[in-house]
């Protein structure tokens, strides 16, 4: 294939590198700033559609009720984990987790709130400025084929720069470039 051409993970990429063996969680991350409401009370923020495993790996802890989990992705629930500063702007100091909130005009319900945590860095946008809903929901809230970014952590973080070039090796094989191409794929490393 041609130097310089996009490379555009999908879902079945997350189930690849699951099955590498030296991946131990891996969850697709789909990015849309999208409105949303309580009552009348409305807001702009980041919709990040993402598995469960997400939360273990980025730390979004709950300062109240859960992150989204299995059941809500096997029952493709519209539920959605807000970030602290969102649930701020849209609950105040009322409670949220339980009630129903409208993200581009579907109905959402609130299965928990961040704690207001301190990020020192970041990409797309902070957390706390962020919501999260069930992956596989998406395709009822937006349109969108292609993965915006695949985040994974590997078993063993000393063999990191290893199990990076498999994964390099395993996206490429199933996507046509040169496994020596750092540029094919990019990394943003938290090891």
């Given at each position: 294939?041609?130097?310089?051409?996009?490379?555009?993970?999908?879902?079945?990429?997350?189930?690849?590198?699951?099955?590498?063996?030296?991946?131990?969680?891996?969850?697709?991350?789909?990015?849309?700033?999208?409105?949303?409401?309580?009552?009348?009370?409305?807001?702009?923020?980041?919709?990040?559609g993402?598995?469960?495993?997400?939360?273990?790996?980025?730390?979004?802890?709950?300062?109240?009720?859960?992150?989204?989990?299995?059941?809500?992705?096997?029952?493709?629930?519209?539920?959605?984990?807000?970030?602290?500063?969102?649930?701020?702007?849209?609950?105040?100091?009322?409670?949220?987790?339980?009630?129903?909130?409208?993200?581009?005009?579907?109905?959402?319900?609130?299965?928990?709130?961040?704690?207001?945590?301190?990020?020192?860095?970041?990409y797309?946008?902070?957390?706390?400025?962020?919501?999260?809903?069930?992956?596989?929901?998406?395709?009822?809230?937006?349109?969108?084929?292609?993965?915006?970014?695949?985040?994974?952590?590997?078993?063993?973080?000393?063999?990191?720069?290893?199990?990076?070039?498999?994964?390099?090796?395993?996206?490429?094989?199933r996507?046509?470039?040169?496994?020596?191409?750092?540029?094919?794929?990019?990394?943003?490393?938290?090891?």
């Amino acid at each position: 294939e041609r130097a310089g051409r996009p490379i555009r993970l999908k879902e079945e990429d997350v189930a690849a590198l699951k099955e590498m063996g030296v991946i131990r969680y891996a969850s697709p991350e789909l990015v849309e700033r999208l409105p949303m409401t309580f009552g009348n009370k409305q807001t702009t923020a980041l919709v990040r559609g993402v598995a469960p495993e997400y939360g273990v790996m980025r730390a979004e802890t709950p300062e109240v009720g859960r992150f989204i989990n299995a059941e809500d992705m096997g029952q493709h629930r519209r539920a959605v984990f807000l970030g602290y500063e969102v649930a701020q702007k849209l609950f105040g100091n009322s409670p949220a987790v339980g009630q129903e909130i409208r993200i581009n005009g579907l109905t959402f319900e609130v299965v928990g709130v961040m704690v207001n945590k301190v990020q020192m860095s970041s990409y797309f946008s902070p957390d706390k400025y962020s919501v999260f809903i069930p992956y596989n929901t998406v395709k009822q809230v937006w349109n969108q084929e292609y993965l915006d970014t695949l985040v994974f952590q590997t078993v063993n973080p000393v063999m990191q720069e290893e199990i990076k070039r498999q994964v390099r090796a395993t996206l490429a094989a199933r996507h046509g470039f040169d496994p020596r191409d750092e540029r094919a794929i990019t990394f943003h490393d938290s090891v």
